[in-house]
């Protein structure tokens, strides 16, 4: 068994490795500067051919569907994707994040291997911020990869259900370039990868990936609780 978690701590030890080289040269792709395209001149064409040409476009120019005045979505660029997940893994909220769930795991003494006092405390900060680190890493380099957008979104809708179930999405989907929701593979990689690799290295030797599974749901279901907070309370 111990062989198998091992290999198993090693494979997601690789997922991070490969999506921080990814995120990496998709951000250094993003901040080069776009080459300038120059349309080439086009034949004059004659004036009874133009009409006509005018004629058949308008004929065959498809009905587009009405927008969802409700959905405001517009994709974010290289930068802004950076950006957030530079706040989402360093910024103000994420370490005030991090230094709750190491009182809460140090009122629970969880691992009570760890102990109390600064020094319990101290390595429960750290593995805290270890977890979201990867989570955040591998979230992050998968979007670039993929070419999807992973980050939170405030809804334009009205209402508790509606709202509700947004943050509900918000918590499990991501949007593609198009603006359409996909089952987020970024997100749920990043949240058991990130739990996953802690549970099999810098965990004490009782916790195996089992539980590493088990944190990962709860990570997904306190997202969950915080996308609530962001749609109908306060949004950062």
Same mark, same amino acid.
Request: aromatic share 12%; with cysteine; hydrophobic share 35%.
């Given at each position: 068994?111990?062989?198998?978690?091992?290999?198993?701590?090693?494979?997601?030890?690789?997922?991070?490795?490969?999506?921080?080289?990814?995120?990496?040269?998709?951000?250094?792709?993003?901040?080069?500067?776009?080459?300038?395209?120059?349309?080439?001149?086009?034949?004059?064409?004659?004036?009874?051919?133009?009409?006509?040409?005018?004629?058949?476009?308008?004929?065959?120019?498809?009905?587009?569907?009405?927008?969802?005045?409700?959905?405001?979505?517009?994709?974010?660029?290289?930068?802004?994707?950076?950006?957030?997940?530079?706040?989402?893994?360093? &910024?103000?909220?994420?370490?005030?994040?991090?230094?709750?769930?190491?009182?809460?795991?140090?009122?629970?003494?969880?691992?009570?291997?760890?102990?109390?006092?600064?020094?319990?405390?101290?390595?429960?900060?750290?593995?805290?911020?270890?977890?979201?680190?990867?989570?955040?890493?591998?979230?992050?380099?998968?979007?670039?990869?993929?070419?999807?957008?992973? &980050?939170?979104?405030?809804?334009?809708?009205?209402?508790?259900?509606?709202?509700?179930?947004?943050?509900?999405?918000?918590?499990?989907?991501?949007?593609?370039?198009?603006?359409?929701?996909?089952?987020?593979?970024?997100?749920?990689?990043?949240?058991?990868?990130?739990?996953?690799?802690?549970?099999?290295?810098?965990?004490?030797?009782?916790?195996?990936?089992?539980?590493?599974?088990?944190?990962?749901?709860?990570?997904?279901?306190?997202?969950?609780?915080?996308?609530?907070?962001?749609?109908?309370?306060?949004?950062?």
């Amino acid at each position: 068994m111990k062989r198998v978690c091992a290999g198993l701590a090693k494979y997601t030890i690789g997922i991070l490795a490969v999506s921080f080289v990814i995120a990496f040269f998709a951000h250094v792709q993003g901040q080069e500067p776009a080459s300038p395209v120059t349309a080439s001149p086009q034949p004059a064409r004659p004036a009874a051919e133009t009409v006509g040409a005018k004629a058949d476009d308008t004929i065959a120019a498809p009905v587009k569907p009405k927008p969802d005045p409700f959905d405001t979505y517009v994709f974010p660029t290289h930068r802004e994707r950076f950006d957030r997940y530079v706040k989402d893994t360093v &910024g103000p909220f994420r370490l005030a994040r991090t230094a709750a769930a190491a009182g809460l795991d140090q009122w629970h003494d969880s691992p009570e291997e760890w102990g109390q006092g600064m020094k319990g405390y101290g390595k429960r900060f750290a593995s805290s911020f270890g977890r979201s680190a990867i989570q955040q890493t591998v979230t992050y380099g998968l979007d670039e990869a993929l070419s999807v957008d992973s &980050g939170f979104h405030r809804s334009g809708r009205e209402g508790f259900g509606p709202r509700l179930k947004h943050a509900f999405l918000e918590t499990i989907t991501s949007r593609t370039k198009s603006g359409n929701r996909i089952l987020s593979a970024p997100k749920l990689a990043g949240v058991y990868t990130g739990a996953i690799v802690a549970t099999e290295t810098w965990y004490p030797e009782r916790y195996s990936y089992k539980d590493g599974l088990r944190m990962g749901t709860g990570t997904l279901l306190t997202n969950f609780g915080i996308n609530i907070v962001r749609e109908f309370f306060i949004n950062w």
